[in-house]
Nanobody, 123 residues
C-alpha cells in the first residue's frame, strides 16, 4: 500500500510559479501511475495532471495544459507538479493520488490519496 504525501503549497501572486511535490512511501510507489487533482471551495474535484509509472506518458486537464508540467524522479520516489503562470482560479487544495492504472475514474475509485496541500493565488 502506497501513501502519497504532498508538499510545496503556499500563497503566491498571479503570474508566479510554484512546484508541488508528492512523495510516496513504500517500494512499489515507482510502479504506480500518479495523478494530481484539485478542489476549490464549492466546486467539484478537478483532474489536473497524471503521469504513468514509467514517466513516459503524461496527461493534463484543459485548464492547466501549457502552464503545468508533471514529472517524476523514481530514485527519490517523488512526483512533481511544476505550476507556471498561476492564476487566481488555480486556487484550490491540490491532492496527489497513486493508482495502478492511469485513468481518471480509476484514480477516483481505487487510488491512494494524500491529505492535500493548499495553493492560493492572489490577484
Amino acid at each position: 500500500q502506497v501513501q502519497p504525501v504532498e508538499s510545496g503549497g503556499g500563497l503566491v501572486q498571479a503570474g508566479d510559479s510554484l512546484r508541488l511535490s508528492c512523495a510516496g512511501s513504500g517500494r512499489t510507489f515507482s510502479t504506480y501511475a500518479v495523478g494530481w487533482f484539485r478542489q476549490a471551495p464549492g466546486k467539484e474535484r478537478e483532474f489536473v495532471a497524471a503521469i504513468s509509472w514509467s514517466g513516459g506518458s503524461t496527461y493534463y486537464g484543459k485548464s492547466v495544459e501549457g502552464r503545468f508540467t508533471i514529472s517524476r524522479d523514481t530514485a527519490k520516489n517523488t512526483v512533481y507538479l511544476q505550476m507556471n503562470s498561476l492564476k487566481p482560479e488555480d486556487t484550490a487544495v491540490y491532492y496527489c493520488v497513486a493508482c495502478a492504472r492511469i485513468e481518471v475514474r480509476q484514480f477516483i475509485d481505487f487510488g491512494s490519496w494524500g491529505q492535500g496541500t493548499q495553493v492560493t493565488v492572489s490577484s
